[in-house]
C-alpha cells in the first residue's frame, strides 16, 4: 500500500528532511566536514524529488492505461453473450477491482508529489481503505480462478453442478465480503498524521501493531493464497501428465488397447473442448505468474523490514517506491494478457475500438458448464459405443482361439 509509509525507514519514501534538522542531527566537527554532509543532505534531497516526480508520472500514466483497459474488459463482458462464460465471471471481478484501485491511484500520486494529504481525513480512510481492498480482492480472484481451473480440467463432469455464471456470482460476492473483513484494521486505524501525510496510524506500541500489520497481510493476502493457487496447478500437471484412460469399471480390460479407443474417441467429440480449455488455463496461469512477480518484490521489502535492519539511503527509498509502482502495474497488465491470450478477449476489443467487424459475438450461448456437460455425455456415449466394439471384438478373437 503506497499511502502507508515503509514503517521502518527513517524518513518517508516521499518526505525531504527540513535544513534545520540536517544541522541539528550531525556531530559537531570541523567545517570542512559539516559542508561535507550538508552537501551530501542537500544531494540526497534533490535525488529524493526527482525520483518522486518520476515515480508521480508512473503512476498517472499507470492510471490511464489500467483504467481504459479495465473498463474496456467490463464492458465487453457486459455487452457480449458469448463472453459471459464461468472463467469470465471472475474475470470481471478482477477488473472491477482493478478499476477501483486505478480511481484511487492520482490520490495516491499526489500526495507522493505534494509531500502532503490535502484531501481530508475522511476521504483519506475511503483511499486506503479501496486500496487495501483491491490488494485483497485481486488475490482472492485468482486464487477463484485456480481453483476453478482445476475443477475443469480434473473434475470436468463432477464440477459442472458447481460451474454455473449463478454460483460464480455467488462467489464474487463472497470474496468481496471476505476481502471487507481481512481489511478491517486499514479501515479502523487510517488516519493522518502531523504533516498531515495519510496512512495508518497504530496505537501503541505502534512497532509491535505495525510488525504484525506486515506479517498478517503477507500470509492472508499473498502466502495463503498464492500456496492454494500452486497446489491446484500442481494437481493440474499430475492430471495432465498421468494416463488419461484409467477407469475403476474397465480394469479388466487390456490398458494400452483402452487408451487407443479412448483417445480415438475423445477426438472426434472433444478436440475442440479440450483445445478452448488448455488455452483458458494458459491465460489463467500466466495471469497469476505475472501477479506474483508484480507483488513479490514488495512483500520481499516489507518482510524484509521487520527481519532486518535497512539503511534508508536515497537508492533504498527509490527502490522501494518503483516496487510500489510495480504492483499497481499489474492492474493495467491483466487487459493486455487478455488481448494476447484470449481470442474472444481479442474479437472483442477489435470490435469495440472498430479495429475489425467481428460476427457472433452477439449470439446467446450456454454457459461453459453446460455445455462442457453436453460434450462429456457425447463423449461418454462415443467412448462406450467404441469400448462395446473393442470388447466384442476382444470375445470374438478369444472364441475363434479357442475354437
Not at 185 to 212: H, N
Request: with cysteine.
Amino acid at each position: 500500500m503506497a499511502l502507508d509509509q515503509w514503517p521502518f525507514l527513517l524518513t518517508s519514501p516521499n518526505t525531504s528532511i527540513p535544513e534545520t534538522f540536517m544541522y541539528d542531527s550531525y556531530i559537531q566537527g570541523n567545517e570542512s566536514d559539516l559542508g561535507l554532509n550538508i552537501s551530501k543532505a542537500r544531494e540526497q534531497e534533490h535525488q529524493d524529488k526527482t525520483s518522486s516526480v518520476v515515480i508521480t508520472c508512473i503512476y498517472f500514466i499507470v492510471c490511464a492505461v489500467g483504467l481504459c483497459g479495465n473498463t474496456l474488459v467490463i464492458y465487453v463482458i457486459l455487452r457480449y453473450a458469448k463472453m459471459k462464460t464461468v472463467t469470465n465471471i471472475y474475470i470481471l471481478n478482477l477488473a472491477v477491482a482493478d478499476v477501483l484501485c486505478m480511481m484511487s491511484l492520482p490520490f495516491i500520486a499526489l500526495q507522493l508529489a505534494l509531500v502532503h494529504w490535502p484531501f481530508g481525513e475522511v476521504l483519506c480512510r475511503m483511499i486506503m481503505s479501496v486500496d487495501s481492498l483491491n490488494q485483497f480482492t485481486s488475490i482472492f480472484c485468482l486464487m477463484v480462478m485456480s481453483i476453478d481451473r482445476y475443477l475443469a480440467v480434473v473434475h470436468p463432469i463432477k464440477s459442472t453442478k458447481w460451474r454455473k455464471p449463478r454460483v460464480a456470482k455467488l462467489i464474487n460476492l463472497t470474496v468481496w465480503g471476505m476481502s471487507l473483513l481481512v481489511i478491517l484494521p486499514t479501515m479502523i486505524f487510517s488516519g493522518l498524521d502531523k504533516v498531515p501525510v495519510c496512512g495508518i496510524m497504530w496505537p501503541e506500541p505502534q512497532d509491535f501493531y505495525c510488525r504484525a500489520f506486515i506479517f498478517y497481510t503477507f500470509f492472508i493476502g499473498f502466502f495463503l493464497p498464492l500456496t492454494v493457487i500452486c497446489l491446484c496447478y500442481l494437481l493440474i500437471i499430475v492430471k495432465v501428465i498421468q494416463c488419461p484412460c484409467v477407469l475403476e469399471r474397465f480394469k479388466t480390460v487390456d490398458i494400452s488397447s483402452l487408451c487407443q479407443v479412448k483417445s480415438s474417441g475423445l477426438r472426434v467429440g472433444s478436440t475442440k473442448r479440450k483445445r478452448s480449455e488448455r488455452k483458458v488455463t494458459r491465460m489463467v496461469s500466466i495471469v497469476v505468474a505475472v501477479f506474483v512477480l508484480c507483488w513479490l518484490p514488495f512483500y520481499i521489502f516489507n518482510v524484509t523490514s521487520v527481519t532486518s535492519i535497512i539503511n534508508p539511503t536515497s537508492a533504498v527509498k527509490s527502490t522501494f517506491d518503483f516496487v510500489v509502482v510495480l504492483g499497481y502495474a499489474n492492474s493495467c497488465a491483466n487487459p493486455i494478457l487478455y488481448a494476447f491470450l484470449s481470442d474472444n478477449f481479442k474479437k472483442s476489443f477489435q470490435n469495440v475500438l472498430c479495429l475489425k467487424k467481428v460476427a457472433g459475438l452477439d449470439e446467446v450461448e450456454r454457459s461453459d458448464s453446460r455445455a462442457d456437460r453436453s460434450r462429456m455425455v457425447n463423449d461418454a456415449v462415443i467412448i462406450n459405443a467404441n469400448l462395446e466394439t473393442h470388447s466384442a471384438a476382444l470375445l470374438n478373437g478369444e472364441l475363434q482361439t479357442s475354437i
